[in-house]
């Protein structure tokens, strides 16, 4: 059974800074592209930022220079470094894995930009 567990979301002040985790167990992230994307209310879920099994990063235009994807295959997690924060960045955050025609989503963690 797989299962993505994300956590790190929550309330910040604009122009701070946040550390969203992926838990997975039932894949190994090393083997599956993984990626952030986030929807904010009345909007689609959009490509926030994505790592192939090979180490290449995807990063969505309204995202670059502010946040990281990253890795770690021993923990079997990935993250995202959101820095620079703005008030549009304000969504549901969800991890996905992905690998051939398997698609996995977690739940989501919210973040909320706001002074």
């Known amino acids: 059974q797989v299962q993505l567990v994300e956590s790190g979301g929550g309330l910040v002040q604009p122009g701070g800074s946040l550390r969203l985790s992926c838990a997975a167990s039932?894949?190994?992230?090393?083997?599956?592209?993984m990626g952030w994307y986030r929807q904010a209310p009345g909007k689609q879920r959009e490509l926030v930022a994505a790592?192939?099994?090979?180490?290449?990063?995807n990063y969505g235009d309204s995202v670059k220079g502010r946040f990281t994807i990253s890795r770690d295959n021993v923990k079997n997690m990935v993250y995202l470094q959101m820095n620079s924060l703005k008030p549009e960045d304000t969504a549901v955050y969800y991890c996905?894995?992905?690998?051939?025609?398997?698609?996995?989503w977690g739940r989501g963690t919210q973040v909320t930009v706001s002074s």
């Open positions: 996905k894995a992905a690998f051939g025609g398997e698609n996995y």
């Open positions: 039932g894949i190994r992230v090393s083997m599956y592209a």
């Open positions: 790592i192939t099994s090979g180490g290449i990063t």
